[in-house]
């Protein structure tokens, strides 16, 4: 049984700091990209960053360049984002998606809430 379990959400002031996980299980992770999602109430559901399984390149939204870091453990099956410098903008529900065109596999968490609010 394939899980993504997100933690790590919460309310943060602007310009404060949080790191979501992902845990994931039922599934070779190494063989799988990961990303983080979100979506804003009232706005479609984007990308905010991805890290591949090969050789662990990575790709940012321009939105989140210089403030957010994706990374991974291969070794506790677990993806990471680190957000720095958050905004009242990044405020959103957050999703880990694990997906394998090769498998074919396109996995989702539940989400979960980061609040940016003063």
């Known amino acids: 049984q394939v899980k993504l379990v997100e933690s790590g959400g919460g309310l943060v002031q602007p310009g404060g700091s949080l790191r979501l996980s992902c845990a994931a299980s039922?599934?070779?992770?190494?063989?799988?990209?990961m990303s983080w999602y979100r979506q804003a109430p009232g706005k479609e559901r984007e990308l905010v960053a991805a890290i591949y399984s090969l050789f662990g390149g990575t790709n940012y939204a321009d939105s989140v360049k210089g403030r957010f870091t994706i990374s991974r453990d291969n070794a506790k099956n677990t993806v990471y984002l680190q957000m720095n410098s958050l905004k009242p903008e990044d405020t959103a529900d957050y999703y880990c998606?694990?997906?394998?065109?090769?498998?074919?596999?396109?996995?989702w968490g539940q989400g979960t809430q980061v609040t940016v609010s003063s």
């Open positions: 998606n694990a997906r394998s065109t090769y498998f074919k596999g396109d996995y």
């Open positions: 039922g599934f070779t992770f190494t063989n799988y990209a």
